[in-house]
Antibody, heavy 119, light 106 residues
């Protein structure tokens, strides 16, 4: 079964750091671009970051630019998101999602990992 | 930055047709996708390329797009269709989601 499994979430103080991981199984991870999408409690979906299959192209939402870093290891079929200088407003469930194309969207989503920023 | 606007809520009676709109500047020139999210679950892609259904998505889900508006239509709405629905398009080097619409089946 094609699957994405996130991990690494938790409770962190404002200004702190965290590294999220997303493990992909049962598909050729290196052939797909990937995204991180987050959802604050009771709020809608917010796109966070995009990385192409070969890591040549990377985009960030303005709200996280300069603080978050997306990366991937195709040999390990894994996607990462390094979160730094965390703020209260970064509290959310973070999903990784497989990106097909700008026309076809995100067809596989993980179950999400919860990040809580609080003192 | 590019923005997509959805109505916060839509209500529909079982068996009737529900329509959820998504507005954005010249949205019809882009492709729109739609996602369904039920409480406590991850989003699920229900429409891509404006009007195509992924395998496993019931035929009662359809999509359209023209001008500045895209729409998700659910025909013969069932109780299990009650969920939040999000439109999504590709902006200029960004992925953009609408604010989401809560569909209530009552």
């Amino acid at each position: 079964e094609v699957q994405l499994v996130e991990s690494g979430g938790g409770l962190v103080q404002p200004g702190g750091s965290l590294r999220l991981s997303c493990a992909a199984t049962e598909f050729t991870f290196s052939s797909f671009s990937m995204n991180w999408v987050r959802q604050a409690p009771g709020k809608g979906l917010e796109w966070v970051s995009y990385i192409s299959s070969s890591s040549n192209t990377i985009y960030y939402a303005d709200s996280v630019k300069g603080r978050f870093t997306i990366s991937r290891d195709n040999a390990k079929s894994s996607l990462y998101l390094q979160l730094k200088r965390l703020r209260d407003e970064d509290t959310a469930v973070y999903y990784c999602a497989r990106w097909i194309s700008s026309s076809d969207g995100m067809d596989v989503w993980g179950q999400g990992t919860r990040v809580t920023v609080s003192s | 930055s590019y923005e997509l606007t959805q109505p916060p809520s839509v209500s529909v009676s079982p068996g009737q047709t529900a329509s959820i709109t998504c507005s954005g500047d010249k949205l019809g020139d882009k492709y729109t996708c739609w996602y369904q999210q039920k409480p406590g679950q991850s989003p699920v892609l229900v429409i891509y390329q404006d009007n195509k259904r992924p395998s496993g998505i019931p035929e009662r889900f359809s999509g359209s797009s023209s001008g500045n508006t895209a729409a998700l239509t659910i025909s013969g709405t069932e109780a299990l269709d009650e969920a939040d629905y999000y439109c999504q398009a590709w902006g200029s080097s960004t992925v953009v989601f609408g604010g989401g619409t809560k569909l209530t089946v009552l």
